[in-house]
């Protein structure tokens, strides 16, 4: 992947997540996904634990926003 190939993919999921476009987040994972979110001690596994999240999220927020992304891209790494 490229460094602008990384930032659209990145941009790709937080577009899903902020329109709850959850065919756009599937997009974004593979089959044996591991999701966490380290703050809040949230370990998933697989697609359809991740989009339960997801439906849950969106069900109990108005709005989800991600903005004023600094982007540091390193292809060379993987």
């Known amino acids: 992947m490229t460094q602008q190939e990384m930032i659209d993919f990145v941009k790709r999921y937080f577009h899903g997540v902020d329109n709850a476009d ?3 987040i599937v997009e974004t994972l593979t089959d044996d996904c591991v999701f966490t979110v380290e703050t809040h001690g949230v370990k998933l ?3 359809e634990e991740i989009e339960h999240m997801f439906l849950r999220l969106w069900g109990s927020h108005a709005s989800v926003k ?3 992304f600094v982007f540091v891209a390193d292809p060379g790494q993987g």
């Open 22 to 24: 959850l065919e756009d």
């Open 45 to 47: 596994q697989g697609v």
């Open 66 to 68: 991600h903005q004023d």
